[in-house]
């Protein structure tokens, strides 16, 4: 019932920055809560952050916490992910992901619908 488009990754020094967009297809995405999952090669998809429906409530994995903000623009189908201090092991496929339930939550299994990913890479 939504498709999500994952864009703004690439390739940047450790110690940057770069702002991952989801952009949702439809007119119910106000209803989803919004996570950021990432995968490195061989590894399982990890939890990044989430944000509820509303936009007022925010949760981090530990590892990123402190670097990273999600948030996200209901009047334009748009989440976003900003990441600050970037360092070498946060290199992964980045992907969005939306959750109709009532909760927002941590893990894969909850996710409904699913970006295609956006490549990040940090040099060091």
């Known amino acids: 019932q939504v498709q999500l488009v994952e864009s703004g990754g690439g390739l940047v020094q450790a110690g940057g920055s770069l702002r991952l967009s989801c952009a949702a297809s439809g007119r119910t995405f106000s209803t989803y809560n919004m996570g950021w999952f990432r995968q490195a090669p061989g590894k399982e998809r990890e939890f990044v952050a989430v944000?509820?429906?509303?936009?007022?409530?925010?949760y981090y994995d530990d590892s990123v916490k402190g670097r990273v903000t999600i948030s996200r623009e209901n009047a334009k189908n748009t989440a976003y992910l900003q990441m600050n201090r970037l360092k070498p092991e946060d290199t992964a496929v980045y992907y969005c992901?939306?959750?109709?339930?009532?909760?927002?939550?941590?893990?894969?299994?909850?996710?409904?619908?699913w970006g295609q990913g956006t490549q990040v890479t940090v040099s060091s």
């Open positions: 992901a939306a959750d109709s339930g009532v909760v927002p939550l941590r893990t894969v299994r909850h996710y409904e619908y």
């Open positions: 944000i509820d429906r509303s936009g007022s409530r925010t």
